[in-house]
């Protein structure tokens, strides 16, 4: 939909600075010349830009990328799921996650979450020595929820996997960067751990979503099974040279970060004295309830030319026991109610708050 404010699919709402651009472009000119030939099959440079940016002492040989992180997910599926193989995640998390499963008939396992969307280090281990999967996915900060989780989850999580099945622990950090305290990251775990995979992308934080570039750290011999199922040359020059651009000015890239957590924290304030009940967030974006019609809420919205996200239905239960008739079993999990908005520029964030006031004065 075409509106004056978008804030509804969790994008860094910011433009690419122009010096970066400027940067890009040259890049990308010059990639054209040798545009005839295919690009690089391991592109190295970019995978050295990634490992200096992630730091941690990690080499090349630790990174992988894609077009976008579903694709670097499809590629983990496809490496290490298939039939016979289980998935694990906690819902509600990304919805990706059981699609991409689905196309390499990975069985997926979706379990709850605790109250408030939280997870815990005794939930986390409960739920993987009961499935015993092959391959589980922590999504943090979650996504639609924005749930935070501590290294006491992941550390849980994969000591349980161990020894449970053997399988892969995957934790999704596409949001990390507008997390509160950065030193909170999987990527700091990695040593000894060469059954963890962290996930990451360029389209949040980097304000990158349309370059579509993912990118994954891991043991060395992870990143070798990645490269036999990958598409021969899966990632265009273009993209590479775009990624190697904007990782050379990540400073002034990420230099929008700051104002998009004040964004953020700004909407949770905003939100409490509206009467309405957000719920925690280390992301972009901010997921709150407390909403008798939130259709109505978000048609209004957009009839005042804001667009945000509605990540539940009007009635899940009858949705569920209808998919149940039909022999489809799916789980309810509870999203009616909620709306989700992310954080934008301050004017952005400005047109919304006002938008919602007017709405639930009427």
Not at 15 to 41: F, H, T
Not at 164 to 192: H, K, M, R
Not at 209 to 217: E, H, K, M, P, T
Not at 223 to 246: K, M
Request: hydrophobic fraction near 45%.
């Amino acid at each position: 939909l075409e509106v004056p404010v978008s804030l509804n699919v969790n994008e860094n709402t910011h433009r690419v600075p122009l010096e970066v651009a400027e940067d890009i472009i040259e890049r990308l000119a010059k990639s054209l010349m040798s545009i005839n030939r295919y690009p690089d099959r391991e592109f190295m440079p970019l995978r050295e830009a990634l490992a200096n940016y992630l730091g941690a002492g990690l080499k090349p040989e630790n990174i992988w990328a894609a077009n976008g992180s579903n694709e670097v997910l499809q590629h983990i599926f496809q490496a290490f799921g298939g039939p016979g193989r289980k998935f694990l995640s906690f819902t509600p998390t990304y919805s990706m996650y059981p699609i991409i499963a689905s196309g390499t008939q990975t069985e997926y396992v979706a379990v709850s979450r605790a109250d408030r969307f939280e997870l815990t280090p005794e939930l986390i281990r409960a739920a993987i020595f009961e499935h015993k999967p092959n391959i589980v996915i922590l999504c943090n900060p979650n996504n639609p929820t924005g749930t935070p989780i501590g290294l006491d989850c992941i550390e849980a999580a994969y000591d349980a996997l161990t020894e449970a099945s053997g399988g892969i622990l995957v934790v999704d950090e596409a949001y990390q960067e507008f997390g509160a305290d950065q030193s909170v990251t999987a990527v700091s775990l990695l040593p000894g751990r060469e059954r963890l995979l962290v996930s990451r992308t360029m389209s949040k934080a980097f304000a990158f979503a349309g370059a579509r570039v993912g990118y994954l750290a891991a043991d060395p011999a992870v990143i070798d099974a990645l490269r036999l199922v990958r598409l021969p040359y899966h990632l265009s020059a273009f993209t590479q040279a775009a990624a190697e651009g904007a990782l050379a000015h990540a400073t002034v890239m990420l230099s929008t970060v700051d104002d998009i957590r004040a964004q953020r924290d700004r909407i949770v304030t905003e939100l409490k004295l509206m009467g309405l009940d957000p719920y925690r967030s280390d992301a972009n974006f901010v997921l709150f309830g407390g909403l008798s019609d939130p259709a109505k809420v978000w048609q209004q919205l957009l009839e005042r030319g804001v667009l945000i996200r509605n990540v539940g239905l009007d009635d899940p239960a009858k949705v569920w026991q209808q998919l149940l008739d039909r022999g489809v079993l799916i789980r309810n999990v509870g999203l009616d109610g909620t709306l989700r908005v992310s954080a934008g520029t301050e004017a952005e964030t400005s047109a919304f708050l006002q938008a919602l006031r007017e709405v639930l004065a009427n």
